[in-house]
């Protein structure tokens, strides 16, 4: 964990934007899939993106508990 705040505000940042990023690539993805599937390197693609949000959530989760 970051102690300095402003270290912890630009992580913070990052991790916010990390995530925003990659949804919309989940977005377009599943907008396209939904004309002419996925491949199965798309659809490894788009599992992994999955994953890493939901690592990038509970990462800004826990930043978020301890800075209270």
Do not use: V, W
């Amino acid at each position: 964990m970051c102690g300095n705040p402003f270290e912890a505000k630009h992580l913070l940042e990052h991790l916010k934007n990390d995530i925003k990023d990659l949804s919309e690539k989940q977005s377009q993805a599943l907008q396209t899939a939904i004309y002419f599937g996925f491949s199965r390197e798309e659809k490894n693609q788009y599992d992994e993106r999955l994953d890493r949000i939901g690592k990038l959530r509970r990462e800004l989760a826990l930043m978020r508990m301890n800075a209270r």
